[in-house]
């Protein structure tokens, strides 16, 4: 089973930065497909971002390209959101997802078999 722990959540200003962190735990390698969804309050959840296995390939919800990138570290079996230009519709809980059967390119959330707590992101106006 893995665990995964997200960190570096907290209150910005509208154009400001967040980096956000995502450490897995409970099993030998990283989970493969790893990404980020968000949920603000009253909405559905979304898929944000996503990184393969090796990190070659990236993928982003559209309002996010330009803004946030991820990317990830086997060996520290984590991976990261860096989020710059943040608006107040960024504001929502974040979710680092990861897959242990999967190592593509995927933005169900029913393809994620691992999901953090969760840690939550203001954006104030």
């Known amino acids: 089973q893995v665990q995964l722990v997200e960190s570096g959540g907290g209150l910005v200003q509208a154009g400001g930065s967040l980096r956000l962190s995502c450490a897995a735990s409970?099993?030998?390698?990283?989970?493969?497909?790893m990404g980020w969804f968000r949920q603000a309050q009253g909405k559905e959840r979304e898929f944000v971002a996503g990184?393969?296995?090796?990190?070659?390939?990236?993928y982003y919800k559209d309002s996010v390209k330009g803004r946030f990138t991820i990317s990830r570290d086997n060996a520290k079996k984590s991976v990261y959101l860096e989020m710059n230009s943040l608006k107040s519709e960024d504001t929502a809980v974040y979710y680092c997802v990861g897959s242990t059967y999967h190592t593509g390119r995927y933005v169900r959330d029913d393809v994620y078999d691992c999901w953090g707590q969760g840690t939550q992101v203001t954006v104030s106006s």
């Open positions: 990184i393969t296995r090796t990190g070659d390939n990236t």
């Open positions: 409970g099993r030998t390698a990283s989970p493969y497909a």
